[in-house]
């Protein structure tokens, strides 16, 4: 009996069985509907079954990767080793006051709905934000002037023993699309936000603006996984990018868009190759051009 086979039988003890998929496309759970098949793929339903997970994976040694909503990453074609776990179904959202408490699994958006829901001030700047809580924190998100380190008030994570851990914001280093949380092995369960009260037709109107200017600038016709690259100081990468005459460009189902240099979409079932081929051009191109080193936002997972 190998590893996964002794985990499975184990974790299907604590978990449902429809929620421990073998061999599952990663392209399903993507918002570039890219990446090969993760050899198995869990998505627990509480932190209790997070922990058993994490549990079981560090007494077997199996490396576990911890995959949000999908909307910031890229998985490449030959998948994910050992198990994936989808945070997926970690989605309780409740308010209390001025402060909400959402699970990471939870989508912002979702979040700044409910500001909206209780008149509370401060998230709209998330109502266009695809990702996740979870993955919101881990690279401190922001849109139109805003980011989560704005009026996040702590973080609850946990490490890959199941320990769990609080973190008061100013333990987790946030700047500019950066977290404590990368490069270490603390898995973000919750996180907490304190808002202001305010009237709820202003921050509807300003979360409508805000929508309206998502909707028309960025490429929500077609898959991808945001924003590619981080904004270089003193310039925009969208900007560099469209100067560089790179819109357009394309390698195999993969295309630099058209409506926002920005952005790299998926037109014609591309692979992650095509995509990370693409990202290559075109930071090439800049640093050729400009001079300007292209920094990636976007994270890559998995085997080639």
């Given at each position: 009996?190998?590893?996964?086979?002794?985990?499975?039988?184990?974790?299907?003890?604590?978990?449902k069985?429809?929620?421990?998929?073998?061999?599952e496309?990663?392209r399903?759970?993507?918002?570039?509907?890219l990446?090969?098949?993760?050899d198995?793929f869990?998505?627990?339903?509480t932190?209790?079954e997070l922990?058993?997970?994490?549990?079981?994976?560090?007494?077997?040694?199996?490396p576990?990767?911890?995959?949000?909503?999908?909307?910031?990453v890229?998985?490449?074609d030959?998948?994910?080793?050992?198990?994936?776990?989808g945070m997926g179904k970690?989605?309780?959202?409740?308010?209390?006051?001025?402060?909400?408490?959402?699970?990471?699994?939870a989508?912002?958006?979702?979040?700044?709905?409910m500001?909206?829901e209780?008149s509370l001030?401060g998230?709209?700047?998330?109502?266009?934000?695809?990702?996740?809580?979870?993955g919101?924190?881990?690279?401190?998100?922001?849109?139109?002037?805003g980011?989560?380190?704005?009026v996040?008030v702590?973080a609850?994570a946990?490490?890959?023993h199941?320990?769990?851990?609080?973190?008061?914001?100013?333990?987790?280093?946030?700047?500019?699309?950066?977290s404590?949380?990368?490069?270490?092995?603390?898995?973000?369960v919750?996180a907490?936000?304190?808002l202001?009260?305010?009237?709820?037709?202003?921050?509807?109107?300003?979360?409508?603006?805000?929508?309206?200017?998502?909707?028309?600038?960025?490429?929500?016709?077609?898959?991808?996984?945001?924003s590619?690259?981080?904004?270089?100081?003193?310039?925009?990468?969208?900007k560099?990018?469209?100067?560089?005459?790179?819109?357009?460009?394309r390698?195999?189902g993969?295309?630099?868009s058209?409506?926002?240099?920005g952005?790299?979409?998926n037109?014609d079932?591309?692979t992650?190759s095509?995509?990370?081929?693409?990202?290559?051009?075109?930071?090439?191109?800049?640093?050729?051009?400009?001079?300007v080193e292209?920094?990636?936002?976007?994270?890559?997972?998995?085997?080639?």
């Open positions: 009996m190998n590893k996964l086979t002794k985990f499975y039988g184990l974790i299907c003890d604590y978990i069985e429809e929620n421990v998929l073998l061999d496309p990663i399903n759970h993507t918002y570039t509907k990446g090969g098949k993760a198995i869990v998505t627990p339903e932190i209790e922990q058993a997970v994490l549990r079981h994976a560090q007494e077997l040694e199996i576990v990767t911890i995959l949000g909503s999908g909307s910031n890229i998985v490449k030959g998948g994910i080793r050992g198990i994936t776990v970690l989605t309780s959202i409740t308010a209390s006051g001025n402060v909400i408490s959402a699970q990471s699994g989508r912002i958006i979702d979040v700044s709905r500001a909206l209780h001030s998230l709209e700047f998330a109502c266009g934000i695809p990702g996740s809580v979870g919101a924190l881990y690279m401190n998100a922001g849109a139109y002037g980011q989560i380190s704005d996040l702590m609850t946990i490490d890959k199941g320990t769990v851990r609080f973190f008061e914001k100013e333990e987790l280093a946030l700047g500019y699309r950066k404590m949380f990368q490069g270490s092995d603390y898995i973000i919750e907490e936000f304190r202001e009260e305010g009237d709820p037709e202003r921050i509807k109107a300003k979360m409508d603006e805000l929508t309206e200017a998502r909707e028309s600038k960025q490429p929500l016709e077609y898959p991808s996984c945001g590619v690259f981080k904004r270089p100081p003193g310039y925009f990468a969208g560099l990018i469209q100067d560089s005459n790179l819109q357009g460009k390698i195999g993969a295309e630099v058209k409506k926002h240099a952005f790299i979409v037109i079932h591309a992650s095509d995509y990370l081929k693409l990202i290559e051009v075109v930071r090439d191109t800049v640093k050729k051009k400009y001079d292209l920094e990636t936002e976007v994270i890559v997972l998995g085997e080639d």
